[in-house]
């Protein structure tokens, strides 16, 4: 057999090895990431958590901290980009409105809050 095909059939067996490797032996597991990296639909769904959690807690500052998580927009600007984008139901969408009305005037404190 000629060196070339040899050289050529390796490089397919090493390829098809290494694929077999990669995506069913060791794949790759992405762990503890950012919010800001998750896909459209579940940063709706974060946001309404995040709304969800002020419903309860009361805590405008900790609310804009949790948006800010998402990207260097503004909180508010984070909300309203959800709410028209993100398919909510009439309550999830009262929720949200909510905070989006308060976050708008809501002025950052220096003080330090609870996490």
């Known amino acids: ?3 070339w095909i040899q050289a050529l059939l390796t490089l397919i067996l090493g390829l098809i090895i290494g694929l077999i490797y990669g995506w069913k032996i060791a794949p790759v597991e992405y762990i503890d ?3 800001n990296t998750l896909h459209a639909e579940y940063r709706t769904e974060y946001i309404l958590m995040v709304a969800e959690a002020y419903q309860s ?5 900790l609310a804009a901290r949790r948006l800010a998580l998402l990207g ?3 909180p508010a600007e984070i909300i309203a980009e959800s709410l028209k984008s993100g398919d909510y139901t009439q309550n999830e969408s009262k929720i949200i409105k909510k905070l989006l009305g308060e976050i708008q005037t809501w002025q950052p404190t220096l003080t330090e809050s609870k996490p």
Do not use: F, H, I, V
């Not at 807690?57 to 500052?61: A, K, P, R, S």
């Open 33 to 35: 990431l950012a919010p």
């Open 57 to 61: 807690e009361n805590d405008l500052d």
């Open 1 to 3: 057999m000629p060196r």
């Open 72 to 74: 260097s927009a503004t």
